[in-house]
T-cell receptor, first 114, second 111 residues
Framework: DTEVTQTPKHLVMGMTNKKSLKCEQH?????MYWYKQKAKKPPELMFV???????INESVPSRFSPECPNSSLLNLHLHALQPEDSALYLC?????????????FGPGTRLLVL | RKEVEQDPGPFNVPEGATVAFNCTYS??????FFWYRQDCRKEPKLLMS???SGNEDGRFTAQLNRASQYISLLIRDSKLSDSATYLC????????????FGRGTSLIVHP
């Protein structure tokens, strides 16, 4: 099973809403990632969790709050987002964070902030 | 200078053509290299890892040139289904394990 799943597939939210994106993998991977991708741009790394601990935060605004409840799950909590946060949010996982590992991406959540 | 650079294209080629993309990277300590393929409105999917000795998978050949700090992807006998954006990813180097993406190269294969 080389699948990373993400829910929901699409999300529309207002600037005062609170919502969460979910990501799950059952490959035994110990590193999980959140990326943001705008149209015609490459994915931008937001957060990296390694062995369930936050290891990298790429200066992401606090309105994005990651959480790793266990080794298979990764959440991204959203609060008070701005319209410019509308994008495709991709989750990925890899065996570990050793830098030589292939990342496997989920299908993404397409977020629209109104 | 950007850490990982790719020509965004688009590369517009006929079916059956051979096409090559390059990707340059600035961190000489980078450890691992990948080509991903991304279709419109889909997630990136691994196409192939790039090894020092070069590697081939069917119509696709990837090479690494550490001296000149670039990786390449060669696609032979292009198919319509090869139309996509090809993303170069460079990992590691200098104690950082942050994967760095190039901006992607768009390939359009036409009949």
């Amino acid at each position: 099973d080389t699948e990373v799943t993400q829910t929901p597939k699409h999300l529309v939210m207002g600037m005062t809403n609170k919502k969460s994106l979910k990501c799950e993998q059952h490959m035994g991977h110990r590193a999980m990632y959140w990326y943001k991708q705008k149209a015609k741009k490459p994915p931008e790394l937001m957060f990296v969790y390694s062995y369930e601990k936050l290891s990298i935060n790429e200066s992401v605004p606090s309105r994005f709050s990651p959480e790793c409840p266990n080794s298979s799950l990764l959440n991204l909590h959203l609060h008070a987002l701005q319209p410019e946060d509308s994008a495709l949010y991709l989750c990925a996982s890899s065996q570990d964070e050793a830098g030589a590992e292939t990342q496997y991406f989920g299908p993404g959540t397409r977020l629209l902030v109104l | 200078r950007k850490e990982v650079e790719q020509d965004p294209g688009p590369f517009n080629v006929p079916e059956g053509a051979t096409v090559a993309f390059n990707c340059t990277y600035s961190n000489s300590a980078s450890q691992s290299f990948f080509w991903y393929r991304q279709d419109c409105r889909k997630e990136p999917k691994l196409l192939m890892s790039v090894y020092s000795s070069g590697n081939e998978d069917g119509r696709f050949t990837a090479q690494l040139n550490r001296a000149s700090q670039y990786i390449s992807l060669l696609i032979r006998d292009s198919k319509l289904s090869d139309s996509a954006t090809y993303l170069c990813v460079v990992n590691g180097g200098g104690g950082s394990y942050i994967p760095t993406f190039g901006r992607g190269t768009s390939l359009i294969v036409h009949p």
